[in-house]
């Protein structure tokens, strides 16, 4: 039931910039997102995808699609350097593989790009 940030970072790499990006994190199995339930009243102004989800941004995420087992990113994106980042709770202990996150223009099918993948590890709490 422990918490993690997860962080994703992207930028556009060969071009100043690229619009109209989807980057999709798989979480690894033993994993879900952590989702909070904002009232009406709270931030009006701020998508409820954004209030439910939480964590910080400095890319400027236009719509998050927010599943059991992954979340999308829709966005654009320049050569700098950008960062999401969200909580995610364990839900089972044992070895796991984190899938590597990728991403690619959706109207510009040629350009794409992915993150290296990882093993993760849940311990029982003593």
């Known amino acids: 039931g422990d918490e993690v940030t997860v962080r994703v970072r992207v930028r556009a790499t060969d071009r100043e910039s690229l ?5 999709v994190d798989i979480l690894p199995g033993g994993m879900e997102p952590v989702l909070s339930s ?15 989800l939480g964590g ?21 994106i320049n050569n700098s350097m950008t ?3 969200y909580k995610v709770r364990a839900t089972n202990v ?3 593989v ?18 290296a993948g ?4 849940i311990v ?3």
């Open 19 to 23: 619009d109209q990006v989807a980057l």
């Open 38 to 52: 904002p009232s009406d009243s709270d931030e009006p102004n701020v998508p409820i995808w954004r209030r439910r």
């Open 56 to 76: 910080n941004s400095t890319w400027n995420i236009e719509y998050a699609d927010i599943r059991e087992d992954r979340v999308i990113f829709y966005g654009n």
């Open 83 to 85: 960062e999401v980042s």
């Open 94 to 96: 044992g070895e796991f």
């Open 98 to 115: 984190v899938p590597p996150a990728y991403g690619e223009a959706m109207y510009e099918r040629r350009t794409f790009g992915r993150s």
């Open 118 to 121: 990882a093993n993760f590890k």
């Open 124 to 126: 029982p709490a003593n």
